[in-house]
């Protein structure tokens, strides 16, 4: 069973910093692409998408990222502890949602398995 876990989102203040983690277990993340996707808080209506915000390959470790996010954001892997992680700095209001971890063979818009997310709120 495809089984994993977000933690590490919390209240921070704009200009602030949060890691991210999406930790497996029973199974390694080494084979799968790993994406990063968020959701604004009340933005719930059928065809409202999660929107990207990174994602990193499993063969080559190559990472793309919105542009949203380019520059702020950064997507590593430690496959040692089986944990994807998404180091945000500079975090902005706009950035407030709920952020989901996705996997699948390939980045895409719409990988198969999701977790089930964890709070982003930037405000002072």
């Known amino acids: 069973q495809v089984q994993f876990v977000e933690s590490g989102g919390g209240l921070v203040q704009p200009g602030g910093s949060l890691r991210l983690s999406c930790t497996a277990s029973?199974?390694?993340?080494?084979?799968?692409?790993i994406g990063w996707f968020r959701q604004a808080p009340g933005n719930q209506a059928p065809g409202k998408e999660r929107?990207?915000?990174?994602?990193?390959?499993?063969?080559?470790?190559?990472?793309s990222y919105a542009d949203s996010v380019k520059g702020r954001f950064a997507i590593s892997r430690d496959n040692a502890k089986n944990t994807v992680y998404l180091q945000m700095n500079s975090l902005k209001p706009e950035d407030t949602g709920v952020y989901y971890c996705a996997l699948d063979d390939y980045c895409s818009p719409n990988m198969t398995y999701w977790g089930k997310g964890t709070l982003v709120t930037v405000s002072s």
């Open positions: 029973g199974f390694s993340l080494d084979y799968y692409a």
């Open positions: 929107e990207g915000v990174s994602c990193i390959s499993s063969s080559d470790g190559i990472t």
